[in-house]
């Protein structure tokens, strides 16, 4: 076989990897856990990284665990090695989460 034969089935082959590889992310990366209100979004936010932006002005950002009626439970803060953070729903006025690059 001609080199340029080689050089196109591996550059075509490589084309097709990457095809699939695109195809495999979207899957992985559902669309944004989009709802009217904060609790219903980050009960579709179970298991994803989230900021929460308080009332109070403060930032949390944390793994959603459980979602109640009043409170979310966060684990594995950012900055804050062996803490979980328990937010009462009613102080949350802003649900930050990451959409590219997941």
């Not at 109640?68 to 953070?85: I, T």
């Amino acid at each position: 076989m001609k080199p340029i034969g080689i050089v196109l089935i591996a550059t075509l082959s490589l084309f097709g990897c990457l095809a699939t590889e695109a195809a495999a992310a979207d899957v992985q990366n559902p669309p944004a856990p989009y709802a009217e209100d904060v609790r219903t979004m980050l009960d579709r936010s179970v298991g994803r990284v989230v900021t929460l932006h308080l009332a109070s002005g403060q930032e949390v950002t944390g793994t959603v665990m459980r979602v109640g009626e009043q409170a979310v439970q966060l684990s594995r803060l950012a900055g804050r090695d062996y803490f979980d953070a328990v937010v009462m729903l009613n102080r949350v006025d802003a649900v930050l989460y990451r959409v590219w690059g997941q």
